[in-house]
C-alpha cells in the first residue's frame, strides 16, 4: 500500500493505492471514525486536523490487517508545514471556485459584517419559509470551499420533507458535511454534546432551528401531562389536561441559553463561525432594540451572539437581509442588503457542480 498527499475535488486529501485488503481496511477506518471514500482502485481519505497524526492511524490500521504499507510520502513535512499547505491550497483552490460562481452571499452580506469574523455566533431570524435555511446553507457551502468543516444540526422535521429535501440537497452539495440530528431533548444532549466534544476543528455549523428546539420542549412536556391523564383515568380518577406556557417557557429559554453558550465555547476555541436559525416572533408592549419583531430566542443567548440579521420579503421574489444587534459595530444596525432569488436557488447550484 502506498500513501500520498493529493488534490481531491479541490481539497487535500489522503490517497491510499496498491491496497490488497481494501474492503477490510475501509471497514477498519470507518469503525474508527475516519471518513474515507473508494474512487476506482483508490481509497480517498479527506485530511482533517492533523496530517502527521491521521496518516499514523491509518498506518496502524493497515499493518493491525497485515497490510503492507511500502510507501508514505507525508513524512518529509512536520506537522506544522503540512497544515500550512493544507490551508493554503484549500484557500487558493477555494477562492478560485468562489470567483467562478460569479455572484456569491459571501461578497453580498459582506457589507453587514456577516460570516466576516472567525470565532463567533450570528443569528438569522425571519417568518417561515422566507429563506433561512437556504441562505445558511449557501453560506457554509462558501465557507467549506475556503476550509471550513460545514456541521448542520437539524431539528428542524421539514429537513426531510419532499423528494428534493435539504438532506439530500446539502448532501450534493457538501459530501463531507455532517449532519447531526437533534430532534428531541435527548438528541440534543446525547448527539449535539457529543459531537461538539468529540473533535475540535475549524467550522461552519448551522443550527437550524431555535423555534423546533422550542417545539421539541413543548412536546415532551405535553407528553408526559398526556401520560399523567392516561394514569389517573385507568385508576377511575377524573383529571384535567393542564399545560401552561410558563412550563415550557421556563424549560426552553435555559436549554436554549445552554446551547448558545455551547456553540459559542466550541467557537472561540476553533475559529469556527456559527450561524443560528431563529423564528421571527411580534413583540408584545415593549420594542426590541426598538424593533416591533424580535428573534425567537432570550436575551440571555443574545449576550453570546455578536450579531442578529433579519430575513424579510423584498420586491421581485428577493430578500431583504438587515443587521438588526450587532455587538462591535452599531454603526452597522439598520443597513440591508439584497440577497436574490439566484442565492437561494440551490439546486441550479447543485447542478452547476455536476
Keep these: 500500500m502506498k500513501i500520498r498527499l493529493v488534490k481531491h475535488r479541490g481539497r487535500d486529501a489522503l490517497e491510499l493505492t496498491e491496497v490488497e485488503k481494501a474492503e477490510e481496511l475501509i471497514g477498519k477506518l470507518r469503525g474508527e471514525g475516519i471518513r474515507i471514500f473508494k474512487t476506482g482502485n483508490r481509497l480517498i481519505i479527506p485530511v482533517d486536523d492533523?496530517?502527521?497524526?491521521?496518516?499514523?492511524?491509518?498506518?496502524?490500521?493497515?499493518?493491525?490487517?497485515?497490510?503492507?504499507?511500502?510507501?508514505?510520502?507525508?513524512?518529509?513535512?512536520?506537522?506544522?508545514?503540512?497544515?500550512?499547505?493544507?490551508?493554503?491550497?484549500i484557500r487558493e483552490s477555494g477562492e478560485e471556485k468562489l470567483r467562478a460562481l460569479g455572484e456569491t452571499a459571501l461578497e453580498t452580506v459582506r457589507d453587514i459584517d456577516l460570516c466576516a469574523v472567525p470565532g463567533v455566533v450570528y443569528a438569522i431570524f425571519g417568518v417561515a419559509s422566507i429563506?433561512?435555511?437556504?441562505?445558511?446553507?449557501?453560506?457554509?457551502?462558501?465557507?467549506?470551499?475556503?476550509?471550513?468543516?460545514?456541521?448542520?444540526?437539524?431539528?428542524?422535521?421539514?429537513?426531510?420533507?419532499?423528494?428534493?429535501?435539504?438532506?439530500?440537497?446539502?448532501?450534493?452539495?457538501?459530501?463531507?458535511?455532517?449532519?447531526?440530528?437533534?430532534y428531541t431533548i435527548k438528541d440534543i444532549a446525547t448527539n449535539m454534546f457529543k459531537r461538539l466534544n468529540s473533535r475540535l476543528e475549524k467550522s461552519i455549523i448551522v443550527y437550524d432551528s431555535f423555534g423546533a428546539t422550542a417545539h421539541a420542549v413543548g412536546e415532551s412536556i405535553l407528553q408526559r401531562e398526556v401520560e399523567k391523564l392516561m394514569d389517573l383515568e385507568r385508576m377511575g380518577e377524573e383529571a384535567e389536561l393542564r399545560v401552561e406556557p410558563a412550563q415550557i417557557?421556563?424549560?426552553?429559554?435555559?436549554?436554549?441559553?445552554?446551547?448558545?453558550?455551547?456553540?459559542a465555547t466550541y467557537a472561540a476555541r476553533t475559529g469556527s463561525i456559527v450561524i443560528c436559525i431563529a423564528h421571527e416572533s411580534q413583540t408584545v408592549m415593549r420594542r426590541w432594540h426598538g424593533y416591533t419583531v424580535k428573534p425567537s430566542f432570550g436575551e440571555r443567548s443574545l449576550h453570546y451572539m455578536y450579531a442578529i440579521y433579519r430575513l424579510s420579503r423584498h420586491e421581485r421574489g428577493d430578500r431583504r437581509l438587515t443587521c438588526m444587534v450587532h455587538r462591535e459595530k452599531p454603526e452597522l444596525e439598520g443597513k440591508s442588503v439584497t440577497?436574490?432569488?439566484?442565492?437561494?436557488?440551490?439546486?441550479?447550484?447543485?447542478?452547476?457542480?455536476?
Excluded: C, H
Design 249 to 263: 417557557s421556563a424549560r426552553v429559554i435555559p436549554l436554549l441559553n445552554i446551547i448558545t453558550r455551547a456553540l
Design 339 to 354: 440577497i436574490s432569488r439566484t442565492l437561494l436557488d440551490l439546486e441550479t447550484l447543485i447542478r452547476k457542480g455536476k
Design 50 to 89: 492533523n496530517v502527521v497524526d491521521q496518516t499514523r492511524r491509518i498506518v496502524d490500521a493497515a499493518r493491525s490487517i497485515g497490510e503492507n504499507v511500502e510507501e508514505i510520502d507525508v513524512e518529509g513535512y512536520d506537522e506544522k508545514q503540512i497544515m500550512d499547505m493544507i490551508e493554503t491550497s
Design 131 to 182: 429563506g433561512k435555511t437556504r441562505l445558511s446553507v449557501r453560506l457554509a457551502y462558501e465557507l467549506s470551499l475556503l476550509g471550513y468543516r460545514p456541521i448542520f444540526i437539524v431539528s428542524e422535521a421539514n429537513w426531510g420533507f419532499g423528494e428534493k429535501n435539504m438532506f439530500k440537497m446539502v448532501r450534493e452539495l457538501m459530501p463531507d458535511a455532517e449532519i447531526v440530528e437533534a
